[in-house]
């Protein structure tokens, strides 16, 4: 297959829809019930086929996805989600479809945050942790909408993608499948950042999204995570930061997998100052905040799907050497 083919995947009860011009089957692929739209500015002009058959479009602000999710909650009407936008945006909506099942979530990526391809999300501030996850029932990755974003931000975002690849592989729950798209992930980010393909880099995220869902994840994500919910930093910008630091770490305990982390770490060191985020300084984040960060990181209890798990005093030293 190549690299920038369109394709219609139905992998269970979901329908993933890839390629140039899969836009322009949204009317379609939602279909004809009424639905809500959850957006951005950005993405909202960017798609106004979608925008103008919902019967309400509100706009995600910034914030924390359980705050959010909770503030809009009341306002969901519709057992259609359509969510258009980034990863904040479409766990947004799985947040909502999960609080107040059934609800079907129909995700429409402008960034290459492969939120759409997982049922990894946080829940409503006001729904148990234990309440099941939501993954979208339909998929639309379309490279115009999804590798839409300024050249930089696009970089961080793909950086994002890039982390799933280098992870799904080294987690207690990979499998063949899940690392066979991994390593496909990472093979068109690396042949894709330099010259630019944006179609190309579209196809990555989607496996990479697909491969992290199926095998959950672990270091690298706990650290990005932590910083973007507590040193307020962007997914993208977080995961570009700190991607070359520790997919050094992930390597010392899995040497079977070095020779795949080592072209990550290449990529990431090549590409976090294109997208003008070298170093965690340069995104604001305070060096006496970073033991704290550090202790937040380490009571996640998915450090434990990358074996050996790290203490506080090895995380912060990660914070540290990307400061």
């Not at 089957?25 to 086929?49: H, K, M, N, Q």
């Not at 479809?97 to 492969?114: C, F, H, I, K, M």
């Not at 909408?145 to 975002?157: I, N, R, T």
Request: no cysteine; glycine share 8%; aromatic share 4%.
């Amino acid at each position: 297959m190549g690299a920038v083919d369109s394709f219609t995947w139905h992998d269970g009860e979901r329908v993933i829809r890839f390629g140039e011009g899969s836009l322009a089957d949204a009317p379609r692929l939602i279909g004809p019930a009424p639905y809500i739209v959850f957006t951005t500015e950005r993405a909202r002009s960017a798609a106004p086929l979608i925008v103008e058959r919902a019967e309400v479009v509100h706009l995600v602000g910034p914030g924390n996805v359980d705050d959010l999710a909770a503030e809009l909650r009341p306002r969901v009407f519709a057992t259609t989600i359509v969510a258009l936008g980034g990863g904040r945006v479409i766990d947004v909506a799985k947040a909502l479809a999960a609080a107040d099942p059934p609800r079907r979530v129909v995700a429409v990526a402008t960034t290459l945050s492969g939120a759409e391809m997982t049922a990894i999300h946080r829940h409503a501030a006001d729904v148990p942790a234990s309440a099941p996850t939501v993954r979208p029932a339909v998929v639309i990755n379309d490279p115009a909408l999804s590798a839409s974003q300024p050249e930089a931000a696009m970089l961080a975002s793909a950086m994002n993608a890039l982390g799933h690849a280098a992870e799904a592989p080294l987690t207690v729950y990979a499998n063949p499948v899940t690392t066979m798209a991994a390593d496909r992930a990472l093979h068109l980010v690396e042949s894709a950042v330099d010259p630019l393909d944006r179609r190309a880099l579209a196809l990555a995220a989607l496996l990479g999204g697909y491969a992290i869902g199926g095998a959950a994840y672990g270091l690298h994500h706990v650290l990005s995570q932590t910083l973007v919910r507590y040193a307020g930093l962007g997914h993208g910008p977080a995961n570009a930061a700190l991607l070359a630091h520790t997919a050094e770490a992930l390597a010392e305990g899995r040497p079977d997998r070095a020779e795949q982390l080592g072209r990550v770490v290449a990529i990431a060191r090549r590409v976090a100052p294109r997208a003008g985020v070298a170093r965690l300084r340069d995104l604001g984040v305070e060096e006496g905040s970073l033991a704290d960060l550090a202790e937040r990181a380490t009571r996640r209890r998915e450090l434990d799907l990358t074996p050996p798990r790290l203490s506080a005093a090895r995380v912060e030293q990660l914070y540290r050497s990307a400061f």
